[in-house]
């Protein structure tokens, strides 16, 4: 079965210092992967994307992702995090029928 | 440019009552469109997607049902609510694998 697993529930880490998130998949076939951010009370907001082609994607708010085949690892990373970035975070993927597939989330604190 | 909207943003019900969250899109026709719920401390959970007006899938047993009466409008009910039925409902929509997601801003179910 398609899944998608953010094996960390809680991530906290110093403002300015920098951030991985990790990420894994399981699906027969290289899916569409996905980061959103999630601030309290609100929507989620797609931070970027990967397809198909260049294994490191650059997003929104200096995030960037690296698909890593061999790992099957979608890691969401940051080289200096800002108190602003405190939220939660998910990961997500999409195989077949248009259907996106979540993990359950990393929280993440921001320490000043 | 699209936009999704959803509404109510909160709700409290007494249990055995009825429900009816509504979501619409705006600025794109025939969007695929989706509803999830986000329970405390468990990620996402697909409930129902639509690829088209009359035509839902539920992707879970559950106490709630969805409807697409216009192209642009998702619906999800309920005849009498659960305890168990409280959480955060998120729509979605989409063009298609290539696009990912647009998430409305939720609403938060309590029901007590």
């Known amino acids: 079965a398609q899944s998608v697993t953010q094996p960390d529930i809680h991530i906290t880490v110093s403002e300015g210092a920098s951030l991985e998130l990790r990420c894994n998949y399981s699906?027969?076939?290289?899916?569409?992967l996905f980061w959103y951010v999630q601030s309290p009370g609100q929507g989620l907001q797609l931070l970027l994307k990967?397809?198909?082609?260049?294994?490191l994607v650059q997003g929104i708010k200096g995030f960037e992702a690296e698909f890593k085949r061999s790992q099957s690892s979608f890691n969401l990373r940051k080289p200096s995090v800002h108190w602003s970035d405190a939220a939660e975070y998910f990961c997500a993927g999409m195989e077949y029928g248009n259907k996106l597939v979540f993990g359950a989330g990393t929280i993440l604190r921001v320490k000043s | 440019s699209q936009t999704i909207h959803q509404w109510p943003a909160t709700l409290v019900q007494p249990v055995g009552s009825p429900l009816s969250l509504e979501c619409t899109v705006e600025?794109?026709?025939?969007?695929?469109l989706y509803w999830y719920r986000q329970a405390a401390g468990r990620g996402l959970q697909l409930l129902f997607y639509s690829v088209g007006i009359g035509q839902i899938s539920s992707e879970v047993p559950q106490n709630l049902s969805a409807s697409r009466p216009q192209d642009r409008q998702f619906i999800l009910s309920s005849k009498k609510l659960l305890l168990s039925d409280s959480g955060f409902y998120l729509c979605a929509w989409s063009r298609g694998a290539n696009y990912g997601y647009t998430f409305g801003s939720g609403t938060r179910l309590t029901v007590v």
């Open positions: 990967y397809f198909s082609g260049d294994t």
């Open positions: 699906y027969g076939a290289t899916p569409y």
């Open positions: 600025g794109t026709s025939n969007p695929n």
